[in-house]
Every structure is written in structure tokens, then in C-alpha cells.
């Protein structure tokens, strides 16, 4: 009773985080009625580190922890969503890339990093409540935990997987995350699995001197023409875009004789 209390108070103490975390830096709320559900997550990724009997279990829970909170609040603050499995893949493909791009933004970005350092000390800190009743059929857990959040990766919305839900947790999401990178990234990448044929065209050649004297080229890294709302898509995915192609921005249009969609 005394270890489900002390686990329970951690619990409280994390979901109180995030609730300020959130409050704090205008991120929308958890749900009230989603509020236990999320709790339930931290409990039992709690739970596992606190009983696990291997080292390698605990250090894996901790890493998984560390990027659910640090890894969401720097990616939150930089594009105002949770991590996502794609995600994950260009952090492993286009490393210096991101190395880069991060450390132009260091200075923005370390307040969320402290916060989740903060975050990773209190979920350490409960290691230091001795526990004898370890056991590797919670390590066997926690693998089968990440197996069946892989699966069900391998169906996962699409939607959903490329905006995150805000309204859930960044345990929760991480899960989901995770579970959509190695059921569904992964062997996507690997083995060439996506329906969508890579683009290539040659370098055009010059035929004639330009008639265009301005010519701005936006380019949406990581979207699909399918959820532009300029292309016709119900949501408004685009707004300051729909702008432009309707010619709404009239301080712009002095300067742009003409606007041409293409989609790849």
C-alpha cells in the first residue's frame, strides 16, 4: 500500500507539471475528463521503471521519458505540435540538419529544456525509495508494452499521426508516437513500402529570357498536397496561404504578376 501511495503522489506530482508547463506557455489543456486517463499512463510507466529487476530496463523507461517531455516541449515551441513518428526518422536521416537548426534556437528553447529536466529529476528521484520486490516479468511488461503499441502503429490514422492530438498527454502521445515509427515508419522507409512513387525530374532547360520579374517559391517541408486547404481541402491546413492564391493580399499582389500551384 505504502509503494501504490508513493506512486500515486509521483503521478500527481508529474500531471501537475504538465498542467503548469502548459498554463505557463499558453499550450491547451488536458481535458478534464481526460485528466485520469493520462495519470494512468504516468502511473504505469512509473510503475515499471519503479519494479523492473534490469538496469537496461530502468535506462530505457528513463531515455523513453526523457524524450516525451523534453523531446515534446522542444519540438512544441519550434512547430506548435507533438512529436510525431515521422519525426523521429528525419531526426535520425537529416541529424546535422537538426543539430543545426536546434542550436540557432538554443537560447528560445532553454527554459522548455529546463522544465523537462526538472521533470526527468522527479521521476529519477523515486529510485531512491528502496525496493526488494523487483522482477523481470515487469521488464517482459514494458517489452510487450512497446510490441503491442508497435502494432498498433501499423494502423494508425493518418491524421492523427501527422497533427498530434494536443488534448492528450505527452506520455500518452509519445506512445503512440513511438509506436507509429517502429510499426509503421520504419518498415515504410526500409523496405520501400509507401504507395507514393519518389519524384524526379530533370533540370529544365532555358528557352526563352524571363517574362516574370518575381518568382516565390513556398515550400511546405514534410506536408502532402492531400491536406493543403489551397489545394481543396476541407480544414483550413493553410490559411496565409489561401491569401495568396485568391489574391487576397493586395500589397503582395502589386508585386506577383502571377501565382501557379503545383503539387508534387
Given at each position: 500500500?505504502?509503494?501504490?501511495?508513493?506512486?500515486?503522489?509521483?503521478?500527481?506530482?508529474?500531471?501537475?507539471?504538465?498542467?503548469?508547463?502548459?498554463?505557463?506557455?499558453?499550450?491547451?489543456?488536458?481535458?478534464?475528463?481526460?485528466?485520469?486517463?493520462?495519470?494512468?499512463?504516468?502511473?504505469?510507466?512509473?510503475?515499471?521503471?519503479?519494479?523492473?529487476?534490469?538496469?537496461?530496463?530502468?535506462?530505457?523507461?528513463?531515455?523513453?521519458f526523457a524524450i516525451s517531455v523534453i523531446g515534446n516541449?522542444?519540438?512544441?515551441?519550434?512547430?506548435?505540435?507533438?512529436?510525431?513518428?515521422?519525426?523521429?526518422?528525419?531526426?535520425?536521416?537529416?541529424?546535422?540538419?537538426?543539430?543545426?537548426?536546434?542550436?540557432?534556437?538554443?537560447?528560445?528553447?532553454?527554459?522548455?529544456?529546463?522544465?523537462?529536466?526538472?521533470?526527468?529529476?522527479?521521476?529519477?528521484?523515486?529510485?531512491?525509495?528502496?525496493?526488494?520486490?523487483?522482477?523481470?516479468?515487469?521488464?517482459?511488461?514494458f517489452i510487450l508494452l512497446l510490441v503491442f503499441t508497435?502494432?498498433?502503429?501499423?494502423?494508425?490514422?493518418?491524421?492523427?499521426?501527422?497533427?498530434?492530438?494536443?488534448?492528450?498527454?505527452?506520455?500518452?502521445?509519445?506512445?503512440?508516437?513511438?509506436?507509429?515509427?517502429?510499426?509503421?515508419?520504419?518498415?515504410?522507409?526500409?523496405?520501400?513500402?509507401?504507395?507514393?512513387?519518389?519524384?524526379?525530374?530533370?533540370?529544365?532547360?532555358?528557352?526563352?529570357?524571363?517574362?516574370?520579374?518575381?518568382?516565390?517559391?513556398?515550400?511546405?517541408?514534410?506536408?502532402?498536397?492531400?491536406?493543403?486547404?489551397?489545394?481543396?481541402?476541407?480544414?483550413?491546413?493553410?490559411?496565409?496561404?489561401?491569401?495568396?492564391?485568391?489574391?487576397?493580399?493586395?500589397?503582395?499582389?502589386?508585386?506577383?504578376?502571377?501565382?501557379?500551384?503545383?503539387?508534387?
Amino acid at each position: 500500500m505504502k509503494k501504490f501511495i508513493i506512486l500515486l503522489f509521483y503521478s500527481v506530482v508529474l500531471l501537475t507539471s504538465e498542467y503548469l508547463y502548459r498554463h505557463l506557455f499558453q499550450i491547451p489543456q488536458i481535458p478534464i475528463n481526460r485528466l485520469l486517463e493520462n495519470l494512468g499512463f504516468i502511473f504505469i510507466l512509473l510503475s515499471i521503471f519503479y519494479f523492473a529487476k534490469y538496469r537496461l530496463t530502468k535506462c530505457i523507461i528513463f531515455i523513453f521519458f526523457a524524450i516525451s517531455v523534453i523531446g515534446n516541449n522542444i519540438h512544441y515551441e519550434i512547430y506548435k505540435s507533438w512529436l510525431t513518428g515521422l519525426n523521429y526518422y528525419l531526426a535520425f536521416k537529416e541529424f546535422d540538419e537538426v543539430a543545426i537548426a536546434s542550436g540557432s534556437l538554443i537560447s528560445k528553447l532553454i527554459p522548455h529544456i529546463l522544465w523537462g529536466a526538472v521533470d526527468c529529476l522527479i521521476f529519477l528521484s523515486i529510485a531512491f525509495f528502496k525496493n526488494k520486490r523487483v522482477h523481470y516479468a515487469v521488464d517482459i511488461l514494458f517489452i510487450l508494452l512497446l510490441v503491442f503499441t508497435s502494432v498498433k502503429g501499423i494502423k494508425a490514422h493518418q491524421e492523427a499521426v501527422v497533427s498530434p492530438k494536443t488534448q492528450y498527454g505527452r506520455i500518452k502521445e509519445h506512445f503512440l508516437s513511438f509506436g507509429h515509427f517502429i510499426g509503421k515508419v520504419i518498415p515504410h522507409e526500409v523496405f520501400n513500402l509507401s504507395h507514393v512513387e519518389n519524384y524526379h525530374h530533370s533540370k529544365p532547360n532555358k528557352i526563352s529570357q524571363p517574362k516574370v520579374k518575381n518568382i516565390i517559391f513556398i515550400v511546405g517541408e514534410s506536408e502532402t498536397a492531400s491536406h493543403v486547404s489551397a489545394f481543396g481541402y476541407e480544414r483550413k491546413t493553410t490559411p496565409f496561404f489561401d491569401k495568396f492564391t485568391t489574391y487576397g493580399n493586395q500589397s503582395i499582389n502589386q508585386s506577383i504578376n502571377q501565382i501557379t500551384l503545383i503539387q508534387y
